[in-house]
């Protein structure tokens, strides 16, 4: 079992193997020659291609949605497809029509689209907002995907999917997608800021104190 969160020193970001853990996946040779073989593919060649000349050109200086845009004419993407959260609706027609500026075609297709009630989900009415299973819209990430993958997108962008619902998004995708942002109703879609307050304000949120009964929490590694 592979525990690289584990590891401090990270001697694989230096080709210092005596610096990595013992159960390192840089050691296992054949792990790491079946990864060489599917970079050696045409589509995954380009994209860790460009996608390695677009962090060098912008490091430390382009945005996410700058680099997207230049990886994407990297790449000589042309029509783009963009699954968005209705909750961003607006952040989303802005980022549309920066792409269609640099001249990408758009097809957008929103979370909602298909106006399914959430009761075919089988959910009920005090598991929803409203209170009312038969009226409330559920997400929609499947057809989200399919519609992208219908109109033959290059590649496609992901914006503020529900924690859940982007996992099917992922599943149902066909061609390459990148996340421009996940959502975080609380942090203005942010997830890492509670993360720097893990020991301090968030400790209680993300280490309570243990029932009586449940295993200790894993001791931390050096």
Excluded: W
Excluded at 52 to 61: I, K, L, M, P, V
Excluded at 71 to 84: D, L, S, T, V
Excluded at 125 to 136: F, K, R, V, W
Excluded at 147 to 175: P, Q, R, W
Aim: aromatic letters at 8%.
């Amino acid at each position: 079992m592979y525990t690289c969160v584990k590891c401090g020193r990270m001697g694989c970001s230096f080709q210092d193997l005596e610096k990595a853990l013992p159960q390192c996946p840089s050691r296992d040779e054949e792990l790491q020659a079946r990864a060489r073989r599917a970079y050696e593919e045409e589509e995954n060649h380009l994209i860790a291609q460009q996608s390695a000349c677009t962090e060098a050109e912008g490091y430390g200086r382009d945005t996410r949605l700058i680099e997207i845009l230049h990886f994407m004419k990297r790449c000589g993407y042309h029509r783009i497809g963009f699954a968005f959260c209705k909750g961003l609706a607006k952040e989303a027609q802005e980022v549309g029509r920066i792409l269609e500026y640099h001249g990408f075609e758009v097809v957008s297709v929103v979370c909602k689209n298909g106006a399914h009630p959430k009761a075919i989900l089988g959910i009920s009415d005090a598991e929803t907002l409203s209170g009312d299973a038969q009226h409330e819209v559920m997400c929609n990430p499947i057809a989200q995907a399919m519609a992208l993958n219908d109109a033959k997108t290059e590649f496609n962008l992901m914006l503020g999917l529900c924690v859940g619902h982007d996992t099917l998004f992922f599943k149902y995708i066909e061609s390459p997608v990148t996340v421009l942002a996940v959502k975080d109703r609380v942090t203005g879609h942010n997830p890492l800021a509670p993360i720097y307050c893990a020991n301090g304000y968030y400790k209680k949120k993300f280490y309570p104190a243990p029932q009586e009964g449940a295993p200790a929490p894993a001791a931390e590694s050096l």
